[in-house]
């Protein structure tokens, strides 16, 4: 097992990327047998690295100007807390032990993001903002929802920026190495989560399913609103942050790429991330095809 990010031997890091339930049975969607694939898949394909001992790489002048430079840090350190209190909130009211346990360990590994960029920033010198208080959610369900569908938005295009900002050398390699399986972890958040909503829409009563529908679309809205926000320089709690960092950094991270390109990397990462894991998982399909669909009216 591997203490930090970037001692995991190759073996070990493929077997975790590369996953297939011991019941070779077909799965339905609802079953108990799937449930029992997703959460063995969370579970058992669990990172244990440690915060604490990584080896952050020196930057020259350069690398950490671009790194310092950029205005996310500080939503990035608020969303990881955010996220790991409303997931763990969650966990604490479920009765069913195995479910519980692979939401609580989803839990664990939001907080260890947490740690790590907090780590991060006091490796370079970044100066973050006073954090707010993490208040337990009065809802539990609802902000475990909110945070599932949360990260299938953004970890979308995450995938598709961390890997230009590696081809571009924005992102130095040995960082782009450190901070890889963390973003492999967000993969296996979505497709658990993905996995779970289907599994507990089957399981509801059917009377309950419109009521949990017209919950989901309000957290859509919610959630468009939120970026709204954050693209005018106003964070999820309306603290106002920079709001250029697009328009200034988009360029020099995508190594010259478009919009219509760098969706396409999108795609790209997000299937090969998913590629690993047992095919009959359910995969995320709403960015996906709303990106496919957008290309459709993008200039090549």
């Not at 990172?47 to 671009?66: E, F, H, Q, S």
């Amino acid at each position: 097992m591997s203490d930090t990010l970037t001692d995991t031997d190759a073996a070990h890091d493929h077997a975790l990327r590369h996953w297939t339930f011991r019941d070779q049975t077909r799965m339905r969607p609802g079953s108990d047998a799937h449930k029992q694939m997703f959460c063995r898949m969370l579970l058992e394909t669990h990172n244990p690295y440690k915060p604490a001992v990584l080896d952050w790489p020196p930057l020259d002048p350069d690398a950490l100007r671009r790194l310092t430079s950029l205005p996310i840090w500080d939503i990035a350190v608020q969303t990881e807390g955010r996220a790991s209190i409303r997931v763990s909130t969650y966990a604490a009211t479920l009765s069913d032990p195995l479910l519980r346990e692979a939401i609580e360990m989803d839990a664990a590994e939001e907080a260890r993001h947490k740690h790590v960029l907090s780590r991060l920033v006091a490796a370079y010198g970044i100066e973050l903002a006073p954090e707010p208080e993490y208040p337990a959610p009065r809802d539990a369900e609802w902000a475990w929802m909110f945070t599932g569908y949360s990260e299938c938005i953004d970890s979308f295009f995450a995938f598709g920026l961390f890997r230009s900002a590696q081809q571009s050398g924005y992102f130095p390699e040995a960082l782009v190495e450190t901070f890889e399986p963390v973003i492999q972890e967000e993969a296996r958040h979505i497709l658990f989560f993905i996995n779970w909503v289907a599994w507990y829409r089957r399981t509801m009563p059917w009377w309950r399913r419109p009521w949990h529908s017209l919950r989901v679309a309000a957290i859509f809205v919610k959630l468009v609103w939120d970026r709204v926000g954050i693209a005018n320089g106003i964070d999820a709690d309306g603290v106002m942050h920079d709001s250029n960092f697009l328009a200034s950094n988009s360029a020099t991270i995508g190594d010259g790429l478009d919009a219509r390109q760098l969706l396409e990397l999108c795609l790209v990462e997000n299937e090969q991330r998913m590629s690993g894991y047992d095919a009959r998982l359910i995969r995320p399909t709403l960015m996906p095809r709303l990106v496919r669909l957008a290309l459709r009216f993008m200039k090549k």
